[in-house]
């Protein structure tokens, strides 16, 4: 199995900036993308952006310009960078890894416990 913690979340002013750490421990074999979602109350998860393990990214049109993933696959680890934040963008932000473990034969979707973002004054 694959374990995603993630950490960094937090309440901050609009304008201001946090970092979303998010690392993969457990049997891995090989991760293939990772990414980070939002779900904010009453509304349907949604992604936010998406790296592939060779470095190709893929963001939401909401946060394009604002926000950076970035992935450290040597520690299984990838970040999101998120600046010129804005209430809009308060929410529960999860880490996602499609991974292949050791004991598995195909890749599976893991999901982290969530962290709080809450972008307010």
């Known amino acids: 199995q694959v374990q995603l913690v993630e950490s960094g979340g937090g309440l901050v002013q609009p304008g201001g900036s946090l970092r979303l750490s998010c690392a993969a421990s457990?049997?891995?074999?090989?991760?293939?993308?990772m990414g980070w979602y939002r779900q904010a109350p009453g509304k349907q998860r949604e992604l936010v952006a998406a790296?592939?393990?060779?470095?190709?990214?893929n963001y939401a049109d909401s946060v394009k310009g604002r926000f950076t993933i970035s992935r450290d696959n040597a520690k299984n680890t990838v970040y999101l960078q998120m600046n010129s934040l804005k209430p809009e963008d308060t929410a529960v932000y999860f880490c996602?890894?499609?991974?292949?473990?050791?004991?598995?034969?195909?890749?599976?979707?893991?999901w982290g416990q969530g962290t709080q973002v809450t972008v307010s004054s």
């Open positions: 996602n890894a499609i991974a292949l473990t050791y004991s598995d034969r195909y890749e599976d979707d893991y």
């Open positions: 457990g049997s891995i074999f090989s991760i293939n993308a």
């Open positions: 790296i592939t393990s060779g470095g190709s990214t």
